[in-house]
């Protein structure tokens, strides 16, 4: 049993419901944004899952110079404090470095680690010493089991509020692969896990000047990942994933989500004992 992370309505680990965590991968407009947003809060009302906002001001680990990253954090902080007060969410961004983090943390309500500076030790300091809840990306390099070091340096920043999130390790020439027995480890830390099927479905570089991705795997990843029994699922999601600006090759069409969800919503009431009703 991990710890319980409280997000205002919204209750993490603890044998709670799978909490879906979906957005676009970066912020392309104000008005996009808001549609995403009011798309899957009546996705969650309907069907009854815990819903967290994600989506990213800035991208900067991206595969060329000329990738589209966001509006930056100005602006989407802007955008982002509009999502949160429309549809009083609990909003997920990454910070990149700790210029970042004080601005961040007046709007965000977790703060994400990404996956290549999961061992940055002043960027977690910083992040934890906002008492915000901390999102740590597994990088693609790392051992499940060497998490712990990285909860250890946001516990040396005085908090305790930390969400783990697996997105596939490296395997080479563009490939990434799941290994569910890295949720089962991190999840022995005590704290929340998280499985970020859309990113473990990536081929990082894998088009040359992009990154590529084969979506049509995220359905079977996340129900594998739910029935080994998780707190959370991570989904980039779009109107039209072909033509996003960023991930669209992983990201999902939100019109495909609601029978995913009822799948895996019904493999988690199983997993912790509860109680699924069919809606």
Same mark, same amino acid.
């Given at each position: 049993?991990?710890?319980?992370?409280?997000?205002?309505?919204?209750?993490?680990?603890?044998?709670?419901?799978?909490?879906?965590?979906?957005?676009?991968?970066?912020?392309?407009?104000?008005?996009?944004?808001?549609?995403?947003?009011?798309?899957?809060? %009546?996705?969650?009302?309907?069907?009854?899952?815990?819903?967290?906002?994600?989506?990213?001001?800035?991208?900067?680990?991206?595969?060329?110079?000329?990738?589209? @990253?966001?509006?930056?954090?100005?602006?989407?902080?802007?955008?982002?404090? @509009?999502?949160?007060?429309?549809? %009083?969410?609990?909003?997920?961004?990454?910070?990149?470095?700790?210029?970042?983090?004080?601005?961040?943390?007046?709007?965000?309500?977790?703060?994400?680690?990404?996956?290549?500076?999961?061992?940055?030790?002043?960027?977690?300091?910083?992040?934890?010493?906002?008492?915000?809840?901390?999102?740590?990306?597994?990088?693609?390099?790392?051992?499940?089991?060497?998490?712990?070091?990285?909860?250890?340096?946001?516990?040396?920043?005085?908090?305790?509020?930390?969400?783990?999130?697996? @997105?596939?390790?490296?395997?080479?020439?563009?490939?990434?692969?799941?290994?569910?027995?890295?949720?089962?480890?991190?999840?022995?830390?005590?704290?929340?896990?998280?499985?970020?099927?859309?990113?473990?479905?990536?081929?990082?570089?894998?088009?040359?000047?992009?990154?590529?991705?084969?979506?049509?795997?995220?359905?079977?990843?996340?129900?594998?990942?739910?029935?080994?029994?998780?707190?959370?699922?991570?989904?980039?999601?779009?109107?039209?994933?072909?033509?996003?600006?960023?991930?669209?090759?992983?990201?999902?069409?939100?019109?495909?989500?609601?029978?995913?969800?009822?799948?895996?919503?019904?493999?988690?009431?199983?997993?912790?004992?509860?109680?699924?009703?069919?809606?």
């Amino acid at each position: 049993m991990t710890r319980t992370i409280q997000l205002g309505k919204v209750t993490m680990g603890g044998g709670s419901p799978l909490v879906l965590i979906a957005g676009p991968c970066a912020i392309e407009n104000e008005a996009m944004t808001l549609r995403i947003a009011e798309k899957l809060v %009546d996705l969650s009302q309907k069907l009854g899952f815990p819903l967290i906002f994600k989506a990213s001001y800035d991208k900067a680990n991206r595969t060329s110079v000329d990738s589209y @990253r966001g509006p930056g954090m100005d602006e989407g902080l802007r955008i982002l404090s @509009r999502v949160k007060a429309e549809f %009083d969410l609990p909003i997920l961004s990454d910070v990149h470095d700790i210029t970042q983090v004080a601005a961040a943390a007046e709007v965000l309500d977790v703060l994400q680690i990404p996956a290549f500076l999961c061992r940055q030790t002043d960027l977690l300091l910083a992040a934890a010493r906002t008492g915000k809840v901390i999102n740590i990306k597994k990088g693609q390099f790392m051992a499940p089991w060497d998490m712990r070091n990285s909860v250890g340096k946001v516990q040396t920043g005085g908090n305790e509020q930390v969400i783990l999130t697996e @997105r596939g390790a490296s395997f080479g020439y563009n490939n990434l692969v799941s290994d569910m027995r890295s949720l089962v480890i991190m999840r022995e830390l005590g704290f929340p896990v998280v499985f970020d099927a859309t990113h473990s479905v990536q081929l990082p570089g894998g088009g040359g000047t992009i990154s590529a991705g084969q979506r049509q795997y995220v359905g079977a990843l996340s129900r594998a990942a739910t029935a080994v029994g998780i707190d959370g699922l991570f989904w980039e999601v779009h109107e039209n994933p072909d033509q996003a600006l960023c991930d669209g090759a992983n990201s999902l069409s939100l019109d495909t989500l609601e029978v995913m969800l009822r799948q895996i919503m019904a493999l988690d009431a199983i997993i912790k004992d509860g109680e699924y009703v069919e809606r």
